[in-house]
Nanobody, 123 residues
């Protein structure tokens, strides 16, 4: 198993930036594809971005493409989400997730989840 702990959320003005971190412990971090999802009040959890085990491939939802960047540091067992040009519609609880499956776009594709971190973007 792997345990995931997110940090870095907070309140930011529109146009600002935040960097989320997800620290992993347990089984070998490099065994997992990692993803970020978000869930706004009254909405379903949605895919934001994912990264391959090597870090060589990344995937983004159209809504964040060009503004968000996912990366991973294998030495630190940590995955990051750099969020720039934030918009009020980015407001949500952001979750880090890990999977050994090849599919990465749906919440059901992931086996392990963090507790989430709140991101609030004011207009």
């Amino acid at each position: 198993q792997v345990q995931l702990v997110e940090s870095g959320g907070g309140l930011v003005q529109a146009g600002g930036s935040l960097r989320l971190s997800c620290a992993a412990s347990g089984r070998t971090f490099s065994s997992y594809r990692m993803g970020w999802f978000r869930q706004a009040p009254g909405k379903e959890r949605e895919f934001v971005t994912a990264i391959s085990r090597s870090g060589g491939s990344t995937y983004y939802a159209d809504s964040v493409k060009g503004r968000f960047t996912i990366s991973r540091d294998r030495a630190k067992n940590t995955v990051y989400l750099q969020m720039n040009s934030l918009k009020p519609e980015d407001t949500a609880v952001y979750y880090c997730a890990a999977t050994e499956k090849s599919r990465i776009l749906e919440p059901s594709d992931y086996d392990y989840w963090g507790q989430g971190t709140q991101v609030t973007v004011s207009s």
